[in-house]
């Protein structure tokens, strides 16, 4: 799964539709097997493009605005402080739209056009991810009108986009077992898995469930997600800059904008910080030791006193980045069934986390947790009247928020949330943390179908109200 160099050209040009093509020259067409051969290769592109988009500019943005990060030069510095113009979504939005969503339904109508299910059923998941993304950043977003050539899509409200992304998974989840011949190796996520893009499929069932506050759903497809971290959907980065193939994180701290962003007086640093260095708010506890897990996403004295680990942790120039994991659907069974009141199921999937963090960041480091330890004045209840159920809720939030560090669903969580896990406003003005993405200039100058008035920073989105 490494391998990418061999896609980086089809990344670049592969970006325009039907571009593919020419890198194909009747080689990769079977006449004997019932399949579109520049479908698979513009899964590729498809694929490359969704984890550019959540690895990249997007996720570095919101991970300063939930506190993983820290704005430290130029237009970063009005970054830190929420300062931001509805210009600065043009790039993310074409990439999410014209690019991933484009491709991906060319895959669609190619698949269907032999009846290769298989290939259908797969590139329906990746639609229902990106699409997820638009909407729980944006709001209400172009979708059921989406990609008409010379017509301006309707908006969608959040909820019926929401709910459309379960439809499609549900279809993927029938067509992904059935017929298909493809060539599986240009599947960069999972080889053409199906059990694998199956337990996906349901993992995103999940996350979507939980998006909308659809606790009891979300638990159900939660128990039917990704089971081992073996099976993680990642985007993976070999690492070599002659070729591009560099994790987006690196390319931006250490290249092509050295200095813009830190991780000084970061939130998330300072919790993971037994030492007290980074701020001294640490979450070590009788159970839990998090040097080791502070040194993979944190490193010291790089550029400033405290960067993001781009030398030898989660942002290093070959760390693959995290698109849908076992962890996060643990992390959502733990949440959901908390709230529907399964405390003990609740803390299972908790110690779940708690033992892949065993065996990432060392024997030792986690041990896990009793029911006793939330009772109040227990180890993770020392908040005079704080119930067990609400004590248990908040570590299982901030154990999230400390695991996807980088990623957008933390940014999603804490919006959803109301900020439950107190992450510190970094602009003492400001009403709140930032509420959702601007809508993108170049869409309020095409689109008459944009909202009005046009909602800002801090209006939350509708499903978050």
């Given at each position: 799964m490494k391998n990418l160099t061999k896609y980086v050209l089809l990344a670049a040009l592969g970006l325009s539709l039907g571009s593919c093509d020419k890198f194909i020259n009747g080689n990769d067409i079977n006449p004997n097997a019932p399949q579109d051969a520049p479908a698979d290769q513009q899964l590729t592109a498809a694929q490359l493009s969704e984890g550019f988009f959540m690895s990249g500019e997007i996720p570095r943005q919101v991970g300063i605005w939930s506190g993983f990060f820290t704005g430290a030069d130029r237009q970063y510095l009005g970054l830190d402080l929420y300062n931001t113009a509805a210009g600065d979504y043009d790039n993310a939005w074409s990439l999410a739209y014209a690019t991933t969503l484009a491709q991906t339904r060319l895959v669609e109508e190619k698949a269907q056009a032999v009846n290769n299910r298989a290939l259908l059923g797969v590139a329906q998941v990746v639609e229902a991810q990106i699409v997820g993304q638009i909407t729980a950043l944006w709001g209400d977003v172009p979708y059921s009108e989406a990609l008409r050539p010379g017509t301006p899509g309707k908006f969608d409200s959040q909820a019926s986009v929401y709910a459309a992304t379960q439809t499609l998974l549900d279809q993927a989840i029938i067509n992904l077992p059935l017929n298909g011949v493809w060539d599986r190796s240009r599947d960069i996520f999972y080889g053409g898995s199906v059990p694998k893009w199956t337990a996906a499929a349901h993992s995103l069932k999940a996350r979507h469930y939980l998006h909308v506050k659809d606790y009891a759903r979300a638990a159900s497809e939660a128990r039917l997600g990704i089971t081992s971290s073996a099976n993680d959907m990642i985007m993976p980065y070999n690492g070599t800059s002659v070729s591009g193939d560099l994790n987006p994180y690196y390319d931006f701290i250490d290249i092509n904008r050295f200095g813009y962003m830190s991780a000084e007086g970061a939130h998330a640093a300072a919790l993971l910080d037994s030492v007290g260095s980074a701020g001294g708010r640490t979450?070590?506890?009788?159970?839990?030791?998090?040097?080791a897990r502070f040194s993979y996403f944190y490193i010291a004295d790089q550029i400033y006193s405290l960067d993001p680990n781009f030398v030898d942790g989660a942002f290093a120039p070959d760390a693959d980045a995290p698109l849908l994991t076992y962890v996060e659907t643990q992390a959502i069974l733990a949440e959901a069934l908390n709230r529907t009141g399964d405390q003990a199921g609740a803390l299972a999937a908790l110690n779940n986390i708690r033992r892949e963090n065993e065996t990432k960041f060392g024997p030792g480091a986690y041990a896990p947790y009793v029911l006793a330890d939330f009772a109040a004045g227990g180890l993770m209840n020392?908040?005079?009247?704080?119930?067990?159920?609400?004590?248990?809720?908040?570590?299982?939030l901030t154990e999230k928020y400390l695991s996807m560090i980088g990623q957008l669903e933390p940014f999603h969580d804490l919006r959803r949330t109301d900020n439950l896990i107190g992450v510190p406003k970094k602009n003492s003005a400001s009403p709140s943390l930032p509420q959702r993405l601007l809508y993108p200039q170049s869409e309020v100058n095409t689109n008459p179908n944009v909202p009005k008035p046009i909602p800002g920073l801090f209006d939350k989105t509708p499903v978050n109200r």
């Open positions: 979450r070590a506890n009788a159970k839990t030791d998090e040097s020392r908040v005079a009247g704080q119930t067990p159920a609400a004590a248990m809720l908040k570590e299982i």
